[in-house]
């Protein structure tokens, strides 16, 4: 997909590719999901960087509502979202907020019912990683399943040198996507991510959005349940 530029990836779900981002001396791509709700309101799912074409054809799409940060690795460009669309509320996981207080939160993600989307959206926290806290999403009308950095595909030349030696033996870079070695081993709790991944196996899946690797149309279930299959679910 080109950079900042919407295509539609189900009823009522439009991904973009975003720059790629550095972090800890590893460049990952960035991708977003743009999803609308039944009253127009727009559902984003991990922002990327904003350019103003990306800004119009989002806003052709309906009234920015939510702005969602799916774990708390995925903050980057938040304050460039919220100052394009002021109206919208921002949404993240317990602990985000506390980084940045420049910025205006609503009520923290949970897996309590009670959110704008109820009903179209559901979403699981999957507790216990020591990197970040994330929530899997599922988008009902598209039978899409959104998982953020838990599960990522990295073509095997993307990195070089010693990165790509490093990428390789921690599965950034497997034929498949898989659950990276690094968060694997940050699990404190496994039976509570254990719990967590069965009900989010429970979603009749169809479709894979993942913000490092290409999404997949079809099959998701099959896909997800293989990348956790270490958890023993």
């Not at 972090?23 to 999901?33: E, K, N, Q, S, W």
């Not at 990327?48 to 774990?71: Q, Y």
Request: aromatic letters at 10%; charged letters at 20%; a positive charge.
């Amino acid at each position: 997909m080109t950079e900042g530029t919407l295509h539609p990836f189900g009823e009522d779900i439009w991904l973009a590719d975003g720059p790629v981002v550095a972090v800890a001396g590893f460049r990952y791509p960035t991708r977003m999901a743009v999803m609308r709700l039944p009253s127009g309101a727009l559902f984003l799912w991990s922002p990327i960087g904003l350019s103003d074409g990306l800004r119009g054809a989002v806003a052709a799409l309906g009234e920015v509502r939510h702005l969602v940060a799916p774990n708390t690795l995925h903050d980057r460009f938040l304050g460039e979202w919220q100052h394009a669309f002021p109206q919208a509320t921002l949404h993240a996981p317990p602990g985000l907020a506390a980084r940045h207080p420049d910025l205006r939160f609503g009520r923290d993600l949970a897996d309590s019912p009670g959110f704008a989307w109820d009903g179209q959206i559901d979403q699981v926290g999957i507790p216990g990683n020591r990197i970040a806290t994330e929530l899997a999403f599922f988008h009902r009308p598209s039978r899409t399943l959104l998982f953020t950095d838990l599960i990522q595909h990295l073509p095997p030349g993307w990195f070089t040198g010693w990165r790509a030696i490093v990428a390789r033996l921690d599965g950034m870079t497997a034929p498949e996507p898989r659950v990276p070695r690094k968060f694997r081993y940050a699990f404190s709790d496994r039976p509570a991510a254990r719990a967590a991944m069965r009900r989010v196996l429970a979603w009749p899946a169809e479709r894979l959005v993942i913000a490092h690797g290409p999404p997949i149309a079809h099959d998701a279930h099959a896909v997800v349940a293989r990348a956790f299959r270490w958890l023993g679910v």
